[in-house]
């Protein structure tokens, strides 16, 4: 990889969570459009004269990031799609709640699948972990995950008891 052609965008994250995204998208991270990944990262680009927030606001939110996720974006594509260069530290949270989601999710299904076949809810943690690269008890603890897990089931069995008790009408559209 010829790193003139790329500019690095860094972007502050927790361990476990660059970990997952080394373990999708390689640990050299290129930015492409063709990925569900890149293309939240395109929306979140700024140009660099934008007016932020005040610093105060949003430094506690930031300090549970402390490891750099380096991501290598093409030149060509920021010049060529008119993209700003930077990600501001509003889009840098939003971009870790979408990668912690994402990873809660991939959490969720992974347990699920080996529950089925028969697989204890720690072991499928653990092979989860082991599938990402991420160490239990270094970059998460096992309560955290069993937390995220658990937090996420409850959410979908919630909106399906929602569902199940709204009360289903039926709208006419109006043609004109």
């Keep these: 990889m010829k790193r003139y052609k790329y ?72 010049k060529k799609n008119m993209y700003g260069f930077d990600i ?14 994402r990873f809660t999710e991939d959490l969720y299904k992974f347990c699920y699948i080996l529950n089925k076949c028969g697989v204890s809810l720690e072991d499928g943690m653990a092979e989860f972990c082991k599938c990402h690269d991420i160490e239990i008890d270094e970059d998460i603890t096992l309560d955290a995950l069993k937390k995220k897990e658990y937090r996420y089931r409850k959410h979908l069995l919630d909106i399906d008891a929602g569902i199940a008790k709204t009360k289903i009408t039926s709208i006419q559209p109006a043609f004109f």
């Design 7 to 78: 500019f690095t965008l860094k972007i502050l994250t927790k361990p476990y969570l660059k970990k997952y995204i080394h373990s999708l998208y390689g640990k050299t991270v290129i930015f492409s459009s063709a990925n569900q990944f890149g293309t939240i990262i395109m929306a979140l680009l700024d140009r660099p004269n934008m007016v932020r927030e005040s610093k105060e606001k949003i430094k506690k939110r930031l300090d549970e990031y402390n490891v750099e996720l380096l991501i290598f974006c093409p030149i060509w594509f920021i």
């Design 88 to 101: 501001s530290e509003n889009h840098m949270i939003s971009l870790n709640k979408y990668i912690e989601q």
